[in-house]
């Protein structure tokens, strides 16, 4: 997922406290960054595989994952916007109230929303799979999703407001869905317009 268009992303409060990080830092000297694949590329539009085998080519994944996601100014990448066909994605992503929010998640499965959660928040959204482009879409302000580390262990991971945005974005991906997929015909096509009309800033996948 792209990081909000109107700011930059920032580690530090603007009074200079470091801000609260929840989660683990991925090693900064391990992985490789890897381009992004972009809208009509066909592995961003089928579900992706189960992960069944977590060993060091899983580990190995996550950390190009996270440095791709890095060099990409993301906020979280799934595996097949890299062209790799697992469930599986990052994030390095703050919430609403400023709290950054690090790790991964393999097999992802989004909750079914307790009731009186389903609060809509209609902020714009972005993807580094559709460059550029933003568009406002209603999504719940609030998403859990459990599934595994890269050890196989079990995990729930949840958050609320542009992290909860996250959540949904990413998990999406993994079953075949980008945001676009969600906009009304006519948000798509400009989402797609601004797309053809503007320059990613990272390395892209080009579509034969």
Do not use: W
């Amino acid at each position: 997922m792209a990081e909000h268009h109107d700011h930059e992303h920032d580690h530090e409060h603007q009074d200079g406290d470091v801000q609260r990080v929840v989660g683990e830092l991925p090693d900064p000297g391990k992985g490789t960054a890897r381009p992004i694949t972009v809208v009509g590329n066909p592995v961003l539009h089928r579900e992706t595989q189960t992960v069944t085998a977590f060993d060091d080519d899983l580990a190995a994944l996550v950390d190009d994952m996270f440095q791709s996601m890095y060099a990409a100014e993301g906020v979280g990448l799934a595996a097949n916007q890299i062209g790799v066909d697992l469930k599986v994605f990052v994030y390095d992503c703050p919430d609403d109230e400023g709290v950054r929010h690090v790790g991964h998640v393999v097999n992802p499965v989004l909750e079914e929303l307790p009731a009186g959660r389903r609060t809509l928040d209609d902020s714009q959204e972005g993807c580094l799979s559709v460059p550029t482009a933003y568009q406002e879409l209603a999504r719940p302000d609030y998403a859990a999703v459990t599934g595994q580390d890269k050890h196989g262990n079990p995990i729930r991971v949840e958050g609320t407001g542009f992290f909860a945005r996250c959540l949904q974005h990413e998990t999406d991906h993994l079953y075949g869905y980008l945001y676009i997929d969600r906009l009304s015909k006519r948000d798509r096509k400009s989402a797609l317009r601004q797309m053809a009309d503007g320059t990613p800033k990272y390395a892209t996948v080009p579509n034969d």
